[in-house]
């Protein structure tokens, strides 16, 4: 009898699960309420990014005068973007749902609850509003429910003009000035977003620098962006409540400074989907929360699994994938033979501003509070011929290597791809390899890897 497998939630952890286990023999059920793809496709990574692309493109376009071309005021057309923006979730949402069924994964559109530790309920509702409930036994659960965003109770949304990241899809109108509440990567992101399309944009930050958890060096990059396209940076502010008046929002401080204008959004930070799941009815337990996982991503209930953001690692696509991959391998006992955990030090991330930020590993801040002994290089990418080409030659490249093994331990990259070119770095974090290993790949002439090589030699 083949593995039964249920999953709740059709985001990268419950696809990733489904798709390898499905592979590796079992009978996979997935149970979605809203879209195969998941709020990734749905709100977060793939709508965030594609307005990102536009914005990006918008801006290039200010930046063209020193390639040899006449400048030209670009507009933007909102109904052709949204149509960009649901092509590309269509088309992606599309592959997945052909990629489950060609493995025989079968798909509930339901809102499903956990009844007891092997038995699941999925409520579905037809088109003509008559609701079923089915039940389903598994043997293995993940539990794969993602995240949505904190709103605190000092502030209520409006999806008009006090916003929480979801509501900014699909882009009805632009809003002359906005107040971006969070200078974390979606605060950031949405800075420059927003500032791409036109917008006075105000950061509120809390601390004293944007993105308080990475490379202050890196931070400071994007800060000198910001500031050059006028965004206000509001440091050591904590905003403590929003407020609609009329057409303005008035963000108020706890340092007594206020803010007002057109439309504000919150980016701070996620809550999990647990709430009504029925967790407790199995006896799995939660903090804050977030599924309470080892390093297998089981919970406490040996065959319930949790994979992506409620398990309260680390919030992103790429690792709730590997995560979903990794529960799937344990499913089928694959664990007991060859069987990599998952070390979420070692993953890569990117921030989607411009210039691109992009880190892996050990970063050298972290080194330091450690009293590790590292030896880091850094080369500008201002002395590669394709920066110049490319009339963009902000940012750099920083390596972090054991001086004594030159074994490569992390890195940062600020500049254009960073988002690609970290792979390098995130492949010789992965593979143990050695600085020389990079230096005598025999890489392509002229790209921006070329900075890569040269802060490995
Ligand atoms: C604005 C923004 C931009 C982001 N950009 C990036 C990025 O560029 N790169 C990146 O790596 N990460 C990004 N992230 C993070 C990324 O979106 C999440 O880490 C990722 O979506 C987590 O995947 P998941 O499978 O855990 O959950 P989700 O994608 O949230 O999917 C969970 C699914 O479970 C379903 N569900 C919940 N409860 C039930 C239930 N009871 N029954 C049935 N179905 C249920 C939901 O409908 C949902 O579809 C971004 C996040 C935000 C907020």
């Known amino acids: 009898?083949?593995?039964?497998?249920?999953?709740?939630?059709?985001?990268?952890?419950?696809?990733?699960?489904?798709?390898?286990?499905?592979?590796?023999?079992?009978?996979?059920?997935?149970?979605?309420?809203?879209?195969?793809?998941?709020?990734?496709?749905?709100?977060?990574?793939?709508?965030?990014?594609?307005?990102?692309?536009?914005?990006?493109?918008?801006?290039?376009?200010?930046?063209?005068?020193?390639?040899?071309?006449?400048?030209?005021?670009?507009?933007?057309?909102?109904?052709?973007?949204?149509?960009?923006?649901?092509?590309?979730?269509?088309?992606?949402?599309?592959?997945?749902?052909?990629?489950?069924?060609?493995?025989?994964?079968?798909?509930?559109?339901?809102?499903?609850?956990?009844?007891?530790?092997?038995?699941?309920?999925?409520?579905?509702?037809?088109?003509?509003?008559?609701?079923?409930?089915?039940?389903?036994?598994?043997?293995?659960?993940?539990?794969?429910?993602?995240?949505?965003?904190?709103?605190?109770?000092?502030?209520?949304?409006?999806?008009?003009?006090?916003?929480?990241?979801?509501?900014?899809?699909?882009?009805?109108?632009?809003?002359?000035?906005?107040?971006?509440?969070?200078?974390?990567?979606?605060g950031v992101e949405f800075v420059h977003m927003f500032s791409s399309f036109g917008a006075a944009v105000t950061l509120v930050v809390s601390r004293q620098q944007v993105l308080p958890n990475k490379d202050p060096e890196v931070a400071a990059v994007l800060e000198d962006d910001f500031l050059k396209r006028g965004v206000r940076l509001l440091k050591g502010a904590r905003a403590t409540s929003i407020e609609r008046v009329g057409d303005e929002v008035v963000v108020s401080c706890d340092d007594g400074r206020i803010v007002r204008s057109s439309h504000a959004v919150l980016a701070i930070g996620s809550v999990p989907n647990t709430d009504q799941l029925g967790l407790e009815d199995a006896g799995v337990l939660t903090d804050g929360g977030y599924v309470t996982i080892n390093r297998h991503c089981q919970s406490n209930v040996d065959h319930i699994y949790a994979a992506g953001d409620v398990s309260g690692k680390l919030p992103l696509s790429s690792v709730a994938s590997m995560q979903g991959r990794k529960v799937a391998e344990h499913v089928m006992g694959l664990q007991k033979v060859a069987h990599r955990h998952l070390d979420y030090d070692k993953a890569a991330s990117a921030i989607f501003t411009e210039p691109e930020i992009a880190d892996v590993g050990l970063a050298e801040t972290e080194a330091f509070a450690d009293g590790r002994k590292i030896r880091v290089t850094k080369v500008p990418f201002s002395s590669t011929a394709k920066a110049l080409i490319n009339n963009d030659s902000r940012g750099f490249v920083k390596i972090v290597s054991d001086p004594a093994t030159g074994v490569v331990l992390g890195g940062s990259i600020v500049g254009r791809h960073a988002a690609e070119l970290i792979s390098v770095i995130a492949l010789a974090v992965t593979a143990h390899l050695k600085v020389s290993d990079i230096v005598e790949s025999l890489l392509v002439h002229p790209a921006l890897a070329e900075a890569l090589a040269e802060a490995a030699e």
């Open 1 to 186: 009898m083949p593995t039964k497998f249920v999953i709740i939630g059709g985001g990268p952890a419950g696809n990733a699960a489904a798709t390898h286990a499905a592979r590796l023999g079992a009978e996979v059920t997935i149970i979605e309420r809203d879209v195969i793809g998941g709020a990734a496709h749905l709100w977060d990574c793939i709508p965030s990014k594609t307005m990102i692309a536009t914005g990006g493109a918008m801006s290039f376009t200010r930046r063209i005068g020193g390639m040899g071309l006449e400048k030209q005021e670009v507009e933007v057309d909102i109904e052709a973007l949204t149509g960009r923006i649901d092509d590309i979730k269509g088309r992606l949402g599309r592959n997945i749902t052909r990629l489950l069924e060609s493995q025989n994964v079968r798909m509930i559109a339901g809102t499903a609850r956990v009844m007891d530790p092997h038995t699941i309920e999925a409520t579905t509702t037809s088109a003509a509003g008559v609701t079923s409930v089915e039940v389903l036994h598994a043997d293995a659960i993940l539990i794969a429910t993602g995240s949505r965003p904190r709103i605190p109770d000092w502030c209520v949304t409006d999806g008009e003009r006090v916003l929480t990241t979801r509501d900014c899809y699909p882009p009805t109108i632009f809003p002359t000035s906005m107040t971006v509440v969070g200078s974390g990567v979606t």
